[in-house]
């Protein structure tokens, strides 16, 4: 058995060990890091931790410190009960509105971590606190992220484009924008219904009536969660009449205005002045930390370091299987095999696969030139091809293993994290295996010449 192979073969190991046994699955990840690494290829220390994911885990501790803060001092539920009035109890517009929401954002050329980061806390506590299910607020956060990434002017657009205008092959990045666009709109759709979007239309219907004639314990009542269990009131201010009489910052006190501020500021560095959304995260909760010191302790326990333990064990040995040339191995294999239709499904299923694990802006400048040379011959057309591999290597990071899943798991309520975890976990694999073959069919096939 070759190195590459015996790291494939300890990857699943892991997968099949921390399903049986309750053993965090990052911490079996360095420790077969270091077996495969140090003992069996005598890497150095540091070669090995050169694939730790050190802006993952600032990205994920300064967002999950940041937004515990703003949950403890009561932000987010003014937030979340501001979105209650300005849809005026629709519940069901709410999570389109983040889709779309996060589509502009990345659009315009925000990276999808930044939007997910922003919305994904946001988006959470109102699946809690209306008894939504998380993992679909979750996901229609990420693929509204992902909805947007390929438009000319956004950072996965324009390294693709980059790719296939350098290689020579025919160019058409409004195309690939409307390709993705549709696709994850599509995914959206599914994940709405099969994740409770018809009971969230029936509360719609429960609460959409004129607000004067409205009771607030029969909004309660109407906006019931999974399994019955009733929601947390809400305040009767939000569809009561007399809500429109409230001035329009009441319930914002000082810290909630300067946590507003905060978050404003988060945005604000990461999509205009494109500063690392984890350092931003911290200072700006290191800053209101230090503004309310009382809320500093909670805030910290609040962090979900298993969740960070779990994701940076994991890329980490994915670091290690890159630097000993498994992802090489791999992909170089399925590119040799001469078929032009089998190659560009099997080039799909590789970037679907390791984007789980791995930056799919990394993977979309590896795995896109492997599929160049059969393009360059013209049996297959190479704008189908391009868009199904981009599409497949971005479907994917709904993973817990990537930063926007990982953000959804981390930003879970700490009772719902664990099935968020397995749920998020299934619904990628399924993805990953699903996918392909969609965009294949959908893409690729209709091109062959």
């Not at 791995?358 to 393009?375: D, E, K, N, Q, R």
Request: proline content about 5%.
């Amino acid at each position: 058995m070759n190195i590459q192979i015996l790291s494939i073969v300890l990857l699943a190991g892991m997968f099949v060990i921390a399903t049986i046994q309750p053993i965090n699955m990052g911490a079996l990840a360095f420790a077969c890091a270091f077996l495969i690494g140090s003992l069996v290829m005598s890497m150095k220390a540091a070669d090995i931790f050169a694939g730790f994911p050190s802006d993952l885990f600032l990205t994920l501790v300064g967002v999950t410190y940041l937004f515990a803060i703003a949950q403890i001092n009561g932000t987010i539920d003014w937030l979340v009960e501001g979105a209650v009035k300005l849809v005026r109890g629709h519940v069901a517009w709410i999570p389109w509105v983040i889709f779309l929401v996060a589509a502009i954002i990345t659009g315009f050329g925000a990276l999808g971590p930044a939007a997910v980061a922003i919305l994904a806390p946001v988006a959470l506590g109102f699946a809690f606190q209306y008894r939504i299910s998380p993992v679909m607020m979750g996901l229609m956060v990420i693929h509204g992220a992902q909805a947007g990434g390929f438009s000319p002017i956004s950072v996965y657009g324009g390294i693709t484009n980059q790719i296939v205008q350098k290689a020579g092959l025919p160019f058409a990045p409004t195309s690939l924008f409307l390709s993705s666009f549709f696709f994850n709109l599509a995914i959206a759709v599914l994940v709405f219904f099969i994740f409770g979007g018809s009971k969230i239309m029936r509360k719609q219907a429960a609460v959409s009536g004129p607000l004067p004639e409205l009771h607030p314990e029969g909004v309660t009542r109407a906006i019931v969660g999974h399994g019955g269990t009733r929601a947390a009131p809400i305040s009767h201010h939000v569809f009561e009449a007399e809500a429109e009489e409230e001035p329009a910052l009441a319930g914002l006190s000082a810290e909630r205005l300067m946590t507003l501020v905060g978050l404003t500021a988060l945005a604000v560095g990461a999509l205009v002045f494109k500063f690392n959304v984890g350092l931003v995260a911290i200072t700006v909760a290191v800053a209101l930390a230090l503004l309310s010191p009382k809320t500093q302790k909670a805030a910290i326990d609040k962090v979900s370091w298993s969740t960070v333990l779990l994701i940076a064990g994991i890329i980490t040995y994915v670091g290690v299987m890159e630097k000993i040339g498994t992802i090489d191995y791999v992909a170089h294999g399925i590119s040799s095999l001469g078929m032009p239709l089998l190659v560009a499904l099997l080039l799909c299923f590789t970037g679907a696969i390791v984007s789980a694990f791995a930056s799919s802006t990394a993977l979309l400048g590896a795995i896109i030139p492997l599929a160049v040379p059969f393009l360059l011959q013209g049996h297959i057309s190479a704008v189908g091809v391009v868009a199904a591999i981009a599409i497949s290597t971005t479907i994917v990071d709904t993973s817990p293993f990537s930063t926007n899943g990982a953000l959804v798991v981390a930003n879970a309520q700490e009772s719902e994290r664990d099935s968020v975890l397995k749920i998020l976990l299934i619904y990628s694999a399924l993805i990953a295996l699903i996918g392909p073959v969609v965009a294949w069919l959908v893409l690729i096939v209709p091109g062959l010449v």
